[in-house]
Nanobody
Framework: QVQLVESGGGLVQPGESLRLSCIAS????????LAWFRQAPGKEREGVSW????????YYADSVKGRFTISSDNAKNLLYLHMNSLKPEDTAVYYC????????????????????????WGQGTQVTVSS
């Protein structure tokens, strides 16, 4: 069965850290470009971070640049999002997504692509940052 499953969300205080994980089954992450999206209540979904596993290039939204790091462990078929110095505005449901690297638009970050344009996406994990 092909799926992505996120984990690692939770309730933290401002300034703390979390590491989100996304495990893939039924396909190999090394053949895909990978992204993290998030959606806060009442707001549009936004792309947070992205990595091309073929070119090793990355993208970070300005709001998380310098605080979040995307990484993958191909041996374990895992994608991570390391989140430091969390802020209340980081509160959202976080989703991972994967698109086959050979797709025409998969080689660079495309801000016009929504999570549902990707081949696979997970059900999300809640991150709440509050004191």
């Amino acid at each position: 069965q092909v799926q992505l499953v996120e984990s690692g969300g939770g309730l933290v205080q401002p300034g703390e850290s979390l590491r989100l994980s996304c495990i893939a089954s039924g396909f190999s992450l090394k053949d895909y470009s990978l992204a993290w999206f998030r959606q806060a209540p009442g707001k549009e979904r936004e792309g947070v971070s992205w990595v091309s596993t073929t070119t090793d290039t990355t993208y970070y939204a300005d709001s998380v640049k310098g605080r979040f790091t995307i990484s993958s462990d191909n041996a374990k078929n895992l994608l991570y999002l390391h989140m430091n110095s969390l802020k209340p505005e980081d509160t959202a449901v976080y989703y991972c997504a994967a698109v086959e690297a050979e797709k025409e638009w998969a080689g660079i970050w495309d801000p016009n692509r929504d999570m549902y344009d990707y081949d696979y996406w997970g059900q999300g994990t809640q991150v709440t940052v509050s004191s």
